[in-house]
């Protein structure tokens, strides 16, 4: 079983940064890929961002294109935490923003991950 609790929302104006964090218990985290979801009121859940298992082949990520160029993934195996850097905030981009981890290679639809944080607001004022 593997324990997800997310952090580092909040409100910030257009333009500014957030940094969320997840960080796992339970079971060794680098061995899971590790995805960011947002769901805006009144929208479905969509992918943000995802970070493949740190092992023999390396580090993945993968973005939606809505957010590349602004929003980093990362991890930090020691610590049992992946990062989201958001930059360059936009209202859109308004959303509650859970992390969730999965066994196995990255994916971006939601219903392949197999553990959830509960989600952290952000907000972001024009």
């Known amino acids: 079983q593997v324990r997800l609790v997310e952090s580092g929302g909040g409100l910030v104006q257009a333009g500014g940064s957030l940094r969320l964090s997840c960080t796992a218990s339970g079971r060794t985290f680098s061995s899971f890929a590790v995805g960011w979801f947002r769901q805006a009121p009144g929208k479905e859940r969509e992918f943000v961002a995802a970070i493949g298992r740190s092992a023999w082949s390396g580090v993945s990520t993968s973005y939606t294109d809505s957010v590349k160029g602004r929003f980093t993934v990362s991890r930090d195996n020691a610590k049992n935490t992946v990062y989201l850097q958001m930059n360059s905030l936009k209202p859109k981009d308004t959303a509650v923003y859970s992390c969730?981890?999965?066994?196995?290679?990255?994916?971006?639809?939601?219903?392949?991950?197999?553990?959830w944080g509960q989600g952290t607001q952000v907000t972001v004022s024009s």
């Open positions: 969730a981890a999965r066994t196995g290679s990255i994916r971006s639809i939601w219903v392949d991950y197999e553990y």
